[in-house]
């Protein structure tokens, strides 16, 4: 089956001054570029392997739960308090239940990142410190994603992991949202609530472009890491697990990168 291409539709100059319309209009070229990457594609195609969507959880986990810190920390500022729902929207616990049915009761220990989640989630960290207002690029571009795209992703990959019921699957389900169409016009229209001047407007359309683009890399880091993982299946078995990617060192990146991915490789081959 080929890979489902974009349905959407908008151009930036069309886009009016919702920021709902600016903001979909702004990423609508690195949405497409998301939904394309290997990793999505394994997905639409309904090849998802049980080994790509446990990296990809161990990921989310750490995205969302910098997201949702920084959402919490900021739930009174002006540019966060409109779109602050903790309790239709919140992952992480989800993402808990997931990564425990799938790594077992001592899954803390077993969460495997690659650097790109590490800067993703610093990123979070900082914006929700020194520029909350941006916040609602990242919540955006998630929570609406999971939403939209996300309730079809959920079903491919409950088929292709061959799961029974639902199980593993907590991260795609929303029991606080009983329409998503609905709530997502409601989120959109509390995004257009919320004042920002023109400065902050461009910095908020910029920072979700990098918003999707952050997803980019981490799909693609988690590519790496398995093609790594099936080279190295040939390899005896080392070290049982690995911990989360150290930040690259700037002297050493190369090799650092070499030897991060041999290790997360090596992890994985147990995972
Ligand atoms: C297999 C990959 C994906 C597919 C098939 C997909 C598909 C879709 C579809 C059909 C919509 C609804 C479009 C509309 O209502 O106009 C949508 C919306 C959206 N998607 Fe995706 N998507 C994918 C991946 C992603 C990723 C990786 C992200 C971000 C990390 C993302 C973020 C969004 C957002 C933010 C929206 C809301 C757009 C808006 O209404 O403003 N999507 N997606």
Redesign the pocket.
Known sequence: ME??K???K?DLQDSGSDL??Q??AA?QET?VR??N?DL??S??KGQITRTQYKVLLCSLYEIYTALEEALDRNSSHPAVAPIYFPQELDRTEALERDLEFFLGSQWRSKVIVPAATHRYAQRLREIGKVKPELLVAHA??????D????Q??GKLAQKAMELEGKDGLAFFSFPGVSSANRF?QLY?SRMNSIELSEEQRREVLQEAVD??NF??QV?DDLQKMLSVTSESAEKPKGTSRSTPFPPPSSVQLTVGLCVGLLTVGIGLYNF
């Open positions: 890979p489902l974009s349905a959407r908008v709902s319309e903001i979909k990423t949405h998301a939904e990457t999505m594609t997905f639409q955006y571009t998630r929570y609406l994603g939403l939209s795209g996300g079809v992703l997502k959109r918003a999707f997803n980019i799909f």
